[in-house]
């Protein structure tokens, strides 16, 4: 059909986007301060000029439809809207721009930076309120018309408990590209995610959930393309419904949204769950002074916060130059309707909010009863999936880490900073008790459970697990920076070597400490989370802030060496143990509550004395033990008594020298068993203790079990 010949119709204004129903499409967008609408339609993605345009005439509550017949999946479609150009009042239309639908489900083209992608003169002495009259149609992104059908057959998520979650951060490139089992050309995309070699390992590994660095469409930003780089991470969206192509095998754009639902199929047959992260915060046109891409160019002022008496301005609470305007009824039905999308067509089970602080600005302070908390908490389909805050944004008071309700898991980083901080030998043991504990004092006031707390000690943000060890302050010069860049604590994680012997030297020094870290977080209530490739004692070199670096840096290196394939072993023992012992992941907070004479949690001095107010407050003290006791459980798991597992001993020293810890008597029939040493080189090895004192190296983790006297065999 030629478009030119294409009669259309009015339409209706909802479901907003490009919506083909067998026979056309339906367009809808919404602008509430344009004058004019064209919906423009391109036959390729060479076209340096759209082949037609259609005039939306039809207008329903500020939302302009118009209805197509004989269009099909995969038409290539952009906006221009016109209206005023008066910067200084945050009005920024320009009909030169071609604009992508904020609703688009899949990208035909991607941008090639230009001038023209601007919609003012770049150079003008005037900036932004100068007025750019080029045409950006042969560089601008284009949203594609996509056919929702695709068969799921005996699909079903895998609803893992929250108990029970292990959640594995990784990014679809990185953990795929270097795999030497996934052919060469299926590397790097959705298709290696879900292919058979990945989900084997992550299987094997023990992980129960993959939560993927944005894979919402995003834009790399003019400055890095231009020094050779990318937006590696994608925390730069441009495209809330549409599937990132660059991780697509398929060169349509239909085939890639296809592509990315046989993945999510393929993973959840493996009994792994999906997490999304998910950047709604702010989008990728940046500040004043960023590229007309799509809202700003449809409506600036209802998309986005402006500042009050400046609205030329961007409020900017993310660093990143904008802030969508979460509190307009029209964004937040955009953000919702991106969500429902995603738990309802392409079936993911989560998502983890980026900056979540800044969405819960109501104005401009967080706000636990803000709109979008509320449109969250009340909605029947996504309060139901697993919904996971980074709570912090860069405004003031954005530090929010406790601060979200029901029904919201959190990123802990307090838990992190408590955990680096005691294996460093900085002490610190009731701030570090309280994070082992599951965090009572920032989630249960707010009637949450221990899985409020997502515990980690490293993410994509900052150095990995060896690097954590290994580096005393950062190494970013490959971002092209000058090392400004990525956070600088210059707090020698590492340790150094003090205390120990030539023998051990730093590297075992550092192996060391890896399995501490580790062990501490498989041994914590709530849950645990891994960086992929920490498991591989994977490098960045020491770049703390590898965002840009799509290369040999950030991609996970599958070639192992012993060292590596040894801490694998370690990683998936503890994985095991966690998963058998059920007071390592209970339902409900430890109290040190006594139930039928035994208390679920009781704290320890080496010296097998409890802790008092005097240990507590000691800030010098690097060593801790406590006992979980398996009768105060919540409750048999199932319905099965057997699934109370045992009752846990657990030491930890973090000073250089050895401790003599004393673990608690035990019955007659009784005694304690050693199935963790991070010290020993077998440390996963059964070992029987005689008596009740256990001599701690340095810097180690050790777990004991009570058992009958005369039990036997491995722990896991």
């Known amino acids: 059909m030629k478009l030119r010949s294409i009669k259309a119709r009015p339409g209706n204004p909802y479901p907003l986007g490009a919506t083909w129903d067998g026979a056309g499409v339906n367009f809808a967008v919404f602008s509430e301060r344009a004058t004019k609408v064209e ?15 259609f005039t939306l005439t039809e207008q329903t509550d500020r939302i302009w439809h118009i209805y197509l017949p004989g269009i099909l999946p995969d038409q290539l479609y952009g906006y221009r809207v016109d209206g005023p150009f008066e910067p200084a009042h945050g009005l920024r239309f320009n009909a030169n721009k071609m604009l992508l639908d904020p609703y688009a489900k899949s990208i035909g083209r991607t941008i090639r930076w230009t001038d023209a992608m601007f919609g003012y003169r770049i150079g003008d002495t005037d900036l932004d309120l100068s007025f750019d009259k080029r045409d950006n149609a042969a560089s601008c992104p284009l949203g594609a018309v996509v056919d929702a059908a695709f068969t799921w057959g005996d699909d079903r998520a895998p609803r893992t408990p929250w108990n029970r979650t292990i959640i594995y951060e990784t990014h679809v490139k990185g953990l795929t590209y270097r795999h030497p089992s996934v052919p060469e050309e299926m590397r790097g995309t959705y298709a290696a995610l879900g292919s058979d070699p990945i989900l084997r390992y992550l299987q094997k590994l023990g992980v129960t959930a993959i939560e993927l660095l944005p894979i919402h469409h995003h834009a790399d930003n003019r400055h890095l393309t231009e020094r050779g780089r990318s937006n590696y991470w994608g925390y730069n969206t441009l495209a809330f419904f549409a599937p990132d192509v660059r991780y697509a095998m398929a060169k349509e754009p239909a085939a890639a949204v296809h592509e990315f639902k046989t993945m999510v199929k393929n993973i959840h047959s493996a009994g792994l769950e999906v997490i999304l992260d998910v950047v709604y915060n702010h989008t990728a046109e940046g500040n004043h002074l960023g590229p007309t891409l799509s809202m700003r160019g449809i409506d600036n002022t209802s998309y986005y916060r402006l500042v009050g008496p400046e609205p030329r301005y961007y409020m900017d609470f993310t660093g990143c130059g904008n802030t969508l305007n979460v509190r307009h009824p029209r964004v937040l039905q955009l953000i919702m309707d991106s969500l429902r999308y995603w738990v309802q067509e392409m079936r993911v089970d989560g998502f983890r909010f980026d900056l979540a602080s800044a969405l819960a600005r109501d104005p401009y302070e967080f706000n636990r009863l803000s709109s979008f908390l509320n449109a969250i908490q009340q909605d029947p389909v996504i309060s139901q999936v697993k919904l996971i805050a980074e709570p912090w944004d860069l405004g003031e008071g954005g530090y ?126 709530g849950v645990p989370m891994l960086c992929a490739g920490d498991e591989l004692g994977r490098t960045q070199l020491g770049n703390n802030n590898a965002y840009c670096q799509d290369n040999e840096i950030s991609w996970v290196n599958w070639n192992l060496k012993r060292r590596q394939q040894r801490f694998l072993d370690f990683v998936r023992y503890m994985i095991r143990l966690r998963a058998s012992h059920p007071v390592l992941r209970r339902r409900k907070f430890l109290q040190g509550h006594v139930t039928r004479g035994i208390r679920d949690v009781t704290w320890f001095r080496p010296n097998g004395k409890e802790m008092d107010d005097k240990a507590w407050a000691s800030g010098a003290t690097r060593s801790l033990a406590f006992c979980l006791s398996a009768p105060a459980l919540d409750e048999p798991e199932n319905g099965d008594p057997a699934s109370v597992g045992d009752t846990l001993f657990i030491m930890l020293n973090a000073h250089h020298h050895r401790a003599r810890f004393v673990l608690p008597a035990l019955g007659a029939r009784e005694r304690w068993e050693r199935i963790l040493d991070t010290a020993e080189t077998e440390w996963d090895k059964v070992h029987a203790l005689h008596g009740q004192v256990h001599w701690m190296k340095g810097r180690s983790v050790a777990v004991f079990r009570a058992a009958p006297a005369h039990r036997k065999g491995e722990a896991s």
């Open 400 to 525: 929010q880490v406790g601060g979200f309700p029901t029904p919201w898991s959190e990123w802990n980083g307090r838990y992190r900073d408590a955990v680096r901080h005691f294996w460093k030998g900085d002490g610190g043991v009731s701030e570090l008790a309280t994070r082992l504990g599951g965090s009572s004092d920032l989630y249960q006031l707010s009637g949450r459970r221990p899985h409020g707390s997502v515990n980690f000690v490293t993410s994509h943000d900052g150095f990995t697990l060896h690097d954590l060890v290994s580096y005393n302050r950062k190494h970013n010069e490959a971002n092209g920076e000058n090392n400004r860049d990525g956070e600088n604590h210059n707090i020698s994680w590492n340790c150094g070597a003090e205390g120990w012997t030539k023998n051990e030297g730093i590297l075992a020094l550092r192996e060391r400490q890896k399995r501490n870290f580790i062990a501490t977080l498989m041994l914590s209530q």
């Open 39 to 53: 919906l423009c339609l391109f036959e390729s993605a060479r076209d340096r000029r759209e082949s037609s345009r």
